[in-house]
């Protein structure tokens, strides 16, 4: 079993950035697959980017490829999620998840484990 606090969230510019952390308890995280969500007032949560064990496979929705990446430090128990380019758009609470796949699914109904979520607001 995996616990995940996510961190990095807040309020921020239009085009302007943020890095969000998860940190993960545990000595297994290099055993998931990590994705991170958000979820805006009234839309279903939507898988932003994924994330494979070892780290050399990602994912991205296309609403935020070229803007967020994601990596993952194993050493450190920790996925992180780079925004950059942000837009009014991007508010919502974002959360990270793990699942036991090796590969990032693009469901969230695969992930077995979320965090608390952080709440990003992008002010235009």
């Known amino acids: 079993q995996v616990q995940l606090v996510e961190s990095g969230g807040g309020l921020v510019q239009a085009g302007g950035s943020l890095r969000l952390s998860c940190a993960a308890s545990?000595?297994?995280?290099?055993?998931?697959?990590m994705g991170w969500f958000r979820q805006a007032p009234g839309k279903e949560r939507e898988l932003l980017a994924g994330?494979?064990?070892?780290?050399?496979?990602?994912r991205y929705a296309d609403s935020v490829k070229g803007r967020f990446t994601i990596s993952r430090d194993n050493a450190k128990n920790t996925v992180y999620l780079q925004m950059n380019s942000l837009k009014p758009e991007d508010t919502a609470v974002y959360y990270c998840a793990a699942t036991t796949s090796a590969l990032p699914p693009t469901t969230r109904f695969s992930y077995g484990y979320w965090g608390q979520g952080t709440q990003v607001t992008v002010s235009s």
């Open positions: 994330i494979s064990r070892s780290g050399s496979n990602t």
């Open positions: 545990g000595r297994t995280f290099s055993t998931y697959a």
